[in-house]
Nanobody, 122 residues
Framework: QVHLVESGGGSVQAGGSLTLSCESS????????MGWYRQAPGLEREGVAT???????TYADSVKGRFTISKDNAKNILYLQMNSLKPEDSAVYYC????????????????WGQGTQVTVSS
């Protein structure tokens, strides 16, 4: 059974930093993509950052230059380093994983964690 467990969320003042972690287990199927999504109250879930098996990363425009996604393949841990946090970064952050969907030329997010809350105060 696949498990993605996020940790590292919390409350921080604007301008501060947090590092989120996502520990994965049971991922027996080939996983080409891992990523972070977030959802604020009343808003749709949005992609924050992704990383593929080659280490190629993508970022939402709103976090470019402030957030860094990385992974430790030996430990099966995905990270999201968040710097210069803003109140608008407040949301529940979710870890996701899945294979590459060649027919749609995008990642298929099969697996999701339960989320970790990030709150940034002004």
């Amino acid at each position: 059974q696949v498990h993605l467990v996020e940790s590292g969320g919390g409350s921080v003042q604007a301008g501060g930093s947090l590092t989120l972690s996502c520990e994965s287990s049971g991922l027996t199927y080939r996983i080409d993509c891992m990523g972070w999504y977030r959802q604020a109250p009343g808003l749709e879930r949005e992609g924050v950052a992704t990383i593929d098996s080659a280490g190629t990363t993508t970022y939402a425009d709103s976090v470019k230059g402030r957030f860094t996604i990385s992974k430790d393949n030996a430990k099966n841990i995905l990270y999201l380093q968040m710097n210069s946090l803003k109140p608008e970064d407040s949301a529940v952050y979710y870890c996701a994983a899945g294979p590459w969907d060649g027919s749609r030329a995008r990642c298929a997010w099969w697996y999701w964690g339960q989320g970790t809350q990030v709150t940034v105060s002004s």
